[in-house]
Every structure is written in structure tokens, then in C-alpha cells.
């Protein structure tokens, strides 16, 4: 057949356990950009439109199998067995491929940063030489822990040396092997059989597939990717941060050309998973996390994260953390904002300083300005809550809500002790604690008449600054009141 426009299999490698990584976590599921390392692969993957993926697994194999399939749910999750090895798990791979003859693309698992573009280029060159198999390759000044890519005095590909069986002219080179290939199925299904375990892992090396396809006289390409740091793999945590830490910043790059004002990229973190529009402005120290959304005109920041929100156009979000939560249009949040799961902030509403929010509703226009607790509510069009306010909607068994109308006017300190209810047009007094429904017009007091105690603190603070303070004061007052008697 021609191999010039094969159909395209993607299998990728996600079988390992990272021992770098040192955690509990399996190392392909360490997030960065708001996806696990393997959910980058395999987004990439499907960009390339292929017939099939196959992923392997093995350590931590119902995590990483749940993972791939929630990631990509048209994946095929194959399970390495006993056997230890990259060409083992390509092997197994292959078994769930029967009778496909195009080209196989193999991926690690670990490796985040490649393009679908960069892909695509390696496919073609693949393809436009005739090779039975097609390496990515990359320059890099410390090659360490790597494999080798070790070419012949004419420059062709020879074969790949691990790290651990390199000899020192070997280990000095700088061209490595990125891990992620090109095979025409058919010579690999060939030369992967022949894989043995004589090295120093007792491992069936992938690698060992070039030298043998170069045995059977069958070519080999190499091709060097374009930015050599894309084409590394995370193997401890400091890999892990500085792969996190390029993808933000191709992240950024790609909203600003796309027409979003980001003041100062250093300090700004966008996952891949968030969606911007033009003409947003991301202000310093601002995290946009998983499925934010943030319409056109918004001003986000400064120091704000915000997790699974939607920002509405020209809305602004200063100094808030805000999570799975709604910001309608024109509405203002922050400084110092708490927006907890279920905040749905109709256009034109404000939540301002100091105020945290949970599983409410706040109509259109409407502010909760200052201090406030507002919990289990719903808040109708056009309300003013007084600072200080607590929708106090747990009673020590279980949650209840808070319903206040349109065109609410609330006093300072108020305590709504649900469930309750305060009807449209309503008033409540500075500090009254609402414990009863309020009907529509009724203005709602609860204050006892004010006593004051005169001469308490002398009394019962003898000796303090206040009791001294306090009798000057009287006795000031009982000469004034005294030379008022004597003039009258």
C-alpha cells in the first residue's frame, strides 16, 4: 500500500510509576494546565484525527485507566502484563490493533508540551521518506537520563542507546531520543517480536526496534523537533513545574494574539481548559482554573483566582476567590470577595468587600455591598442589603433557605434566621434579627428599649483607665450642670 496517506493509530505509553515523582499519585496524572500529563497527550492525539488510540497501562491501573477514559472517552485502555518494558507495551498495544497496516504513532505519557503541529510535521517527513520507522529526536545541552540517538558516518539513524548501557563516547551525545515514534505497522509488528531483555533493566526496550529494523536493512529517519523543551519528559517535580510553567506561557501568548489584555504574563496562570474572549483584561496575580469562562470587556484581577466560574462581559472581579460560581453582566465583585459553589451573581449585582457567598441566587442589580454572610438565598431584583448582614441558614441539623423580594431595602446587622421570608417592598431595622416572615411593605423591628447604667464601669472596673476617665467626666458634668443652675 501507499504509505503516503496511511491511516494513523496513536498508542500511548502510560504504564509507569514515576519513582522520581515520589508520590502516591501515578506520575502521567500530575496536573498541569488544568489536565493530568496524559490528558494533554491525548488531547494532542485526537487533533490528529486518528483511527484509533490505545492506551497502556499498569501502575495504579484504575486510576490512570478512569482518567484516560473521562479525558478521552473513544480511547482504548490496554493493560501491560508481568513483562517490563516500552516494547512490551507497544506489543501489547499492537494485539488491540489487529489488521491494522498504516502507521503507528506511539506517545509517552509524560510528555505534555508536543503540538499537534510538531506531530503532524514528524508524521509527514515519515511518510515523504519511506521509513519503516521515524524518531523525535532533540538537542539538548544536558542530556542526561535520557536515551541516545547514535547515527553512522553518513548520518543515518543507527540505533538508540538507554542511558544505563551507553558507553562514554555514547553518553556524550547530545541528540536525544524524545520517545515518541513513527512505525509502519507491519515492521513493527515484525522486529518487536524479536525484542529481548538483555540490558541492563532486563527490560524489552522499544529502542531496540531501530537497531533491528536497521539489521533487516529497513530505513530509519530521525527528526529533530523544533523546540527542544517541548519534546521533554516530566520525570520529578522540578520537570513537572518547569513543563507547567512553559505551557502557561505558550497559554498566554495565545490569548494575547487572540485579543486579551494579560498586564503582566509572570504572574498570570490560564489552564488550557478556560475560555477568554477579546477584549478581556487580566489584571497581575490572576488564575483562571479548569472551565472559566470570561466574556468580552471583564476586568479580572488583581489577585484573583477564579475555579469552573462564568464572568459576563464588562463584568469586574477584583481581589476575589471565586469557585463554580456566575457573574452576570456589568456586576462588580470584590475587593476581597468569597464566592463558594453555587453563587449565581445576576447583571448589574454586586457582592463587595468582606462578603461570602454560597448557593445563592442575587437578582439583577441587586448588592450585598459589605460584611456579609449570604448562604442557601435567594435575593430578588433591585436589593439593598445593609452591611453586616447573616442569612443564618443552618439550624444544627440541617440547611435552610432565605427568600428575600424585589425592591428590598435591608438595615445594618441584620440576622435572617431561615427558612423566612421578606416580601417585595420591604424594610428591616439596623440590627433586628428576623425570625418570622415579613410581609410586602411591612418594615421589620426587633430592638428592645436602650437602658443605660450609669456608673457601671466605676462600679465594676475600679482602677481602669475607663473609670478614671469616666468620673472626670461626671464630675465634669456635674460642675457644668451646677453653674447652669446657679446662672438659671
Not at 45 to 52: I, N, V
Not at 210 to 229: Q, Y
Not at 362 to 391: F, Q, W
Amino acid at each position: 500500500m501507499s504509505y503516503t496517506n496511511a491511516p494513523l493509530a496513536v498508542v500511548v505509553l502510560a504504564a509507569g510509576q514515576g519513582t522520581r515523582m515520589k508520590s502516591t499519585t501515578p506520575k502521567v496524572l500530575h496536573p498541569i494546565g488544568g489536565r493530568p500529563l496524559v490528558g494533554h497527550v491525548l488531547a494532542t492525539a485526537r487533533a490528529l484525527e486518528p483511527e484509533s488510540v490505545v492506551v497502556v497501562v499498569r501502575h495504579e491501573r484504575d486510576r490512570v485507566a478512569a482518567a484516560v477514559v473521562d479525558q478521552e472517552p473513544a480511547a482504548v485502555v490496554v493493560d501491560q502484563d508481568e513483562i517490563p518494558g516500552t516494547g512490551r507495551a507497544v506489543e501489547i498495544a499492537l494485539a488491540a490493533l489487529p489488521g491494522f497496516d498504516g502507521d503507528v504513532l506511539v506517545l509517552s505519557g509524560d510528555v505534555p508540551l508536543l503540538e499537534a503541529d510538531t506531530l503532524g510535521a514528524l508524521i509527514a517527513a515519515h511518510r515523504a521518506s519511506a521509513a519503516a520507522a521515524t524518531v523525535l529526536s532533540a538537542v539538548v545541552d544536558d542530556a542526561r537520563g535520557y536515551g541516545r540517538v547514535i547515527r553512522d558516518a553518513s548520518g543515518a539513524v543507527l540505533r538508540i542507546v538507554e542511558q544505563k548501557d551507553a558507553s562514554p563516547e555514547e553518553a556524550a551525545v547530545r541528540e536525544i531520543n524524545a520517545g515518541v515514534y513513527v512505525f509502519r505497522a507491519p515492521a513493527l509488528r515484525t522486529q518487536i517480536a524479536l525484542v529481548g531483555t538483555a540490558n541492563a533493566q532486563g527490560e524489552k526496550y522499544l529502542t531496540d526496534v531501530v537497531g533491528l529494523l536497521r539489521g533487516a536493512s529497513e530505513p530509519v529517519a530521525a527528526s529533530a523537533a523544533p523546540n527542544a523543551a517541548a519534546a521533554l519528559g516530566v520525570n520529578d517535580r522540578i520537570q513537572l513545574s518547569d513543563a507547567g510553567r512553559l505551557l502557561n506561557a505558550r497559554t498566554v501568548r495565545r490569548w494575547q494574539l487572540a485579543g486579551v489584555t494579560i498586564v503582566d504574563p509572570a504572574t498570570t496562570w490560564i489552564d488550557v481548559t478556560a475560555t477568554l474572549a477579546p477584549d478581556v483584561t487580566i489584571l497581575p496575580n490572576t488564575q483562571l482554573l479548569r472551565a472559566t469562562v470570561v466574556e468580552s470587556g471583564a476586568v479580572i484581577g488583581p489577585d484573583t483566582t477564579l475555579v469552573d466560574c462564568e464572568v459576563g462581559a464588562d463584568a469586574t472581579v477584583k481581589r476575589t476567590d471565586g469557585t463554580l460560581a456566575v457573574i452576570g453582566a456589568g456586576a462588580s465583585v470584590g475587593p476581597f470577595s468569597y464566592l463558594r459553589p453555587g453563587t449565581y451573581l445576576a447583571a448589574g449585582g454586586k457582592i463587595g468587600t468582606f462578603v461570602e457567598t454560597k448557593n445563592s441566587t442575587i437578582g439583577e442589580g441587586s448588592k450585598v455591598p459589605h460584611l456579609s454572610y449570604i448562604g442557601d438565598t435567594t435575593i430578588g431584583a433591585h436589593v439593598n442589603i445593609g452591611a453586616g448582614a447573616i442569612t443564618a441558614n443552618y439550624d444544627d441539623i440541617a440547611k435552610h433557605r432565605t427568600e428575600i423580594g424585589d425592591e428590598v431595602h435591608t438595615g445594618s446587622h441584620n440576622v435572617f434566621v431561615a427558612p423566612v421570608r421578606i416580601g417585595d417592598g420591604a424594610k428591616t431595622g439596623a440590627g433586628a434579627v428576623v425570625r418570622k416572615d415579613v410581609p410586602a411593605g411591612a418594615l421589620a423591628l426587633s430592638v428592645a428599649p436602650q437602658r443605660n447604667v450609669e456608673g457601671w464601669v466605676e462600679t465594676n472596673r475600679p482602677g481602669t483607665g475607663a473609670a478614671d476617665v469616666a468620673a472626670k467626666a461626671r464630675s465634669a458634668q456635674k460642675a457644668d450642670d451646677g453653674s447652669q443652675e446657679q446662672d438659671g
